[in-house]
């Protein structure tokens, strides 16, 4: 997998949430910036971010308005397969510019680094 990125979780089951406790024990709540994958056959399939952490990508299972997402989920577990979800966390990165001083948001910036270099089919909505 990529250079930093851990395991947080993976889905196994149809309907079933993923499993993620073996990987990040009770920590899907915490609120940090990460850039996550979601690996089938140790193919990158997506992309994303999250300012808020693991539970973002240990929910496109019930996700409804990210439908390609779910629906390569869904598909990709009813066929046998495991999506696995790897992430990294993302600090902020303090910046000076035109006099002041502030927090950047690095992680958007990996993100669509990675989706340029992997062209990961479930990016993009339906």
């Known amino acids: 997998m990529l250079k930093g990125f851990k395991k947080i979780g993976e889905y196994r089951e149809p309907g079933a949430d993923p499993v993620y406790e073996e990987y990040i024990g009770r920590t899907k709540s915490a609120v940090v910036p990460i850039v996550y994958l979601l690996v089938v056959s140790g193919v990158i399939k997506y992309v994303g971010e999250s ?31 495991v999506v696995e979800v790897f992430a990294i966390e993302v600090p902020h990165i303090k910046m000076m510019f035109n006099g002041a001083n502030f927090d950047c948001y690095v992680a958007q910036d990996y993100e669509k680094y990675l989706i340029a270099q992997h062209t990961p089919e479930w990016n993009g909505r339906i």
């Open 51 to 81: 300012r808020r952490g693991y539970s973002r990508p240990l929910s496109y299972h019930k996700n409804k308005v990210m439908r390609r997402q779910r629906e390569g989920v869904l598909s990709a577990v009813a066929n046998g397969g």
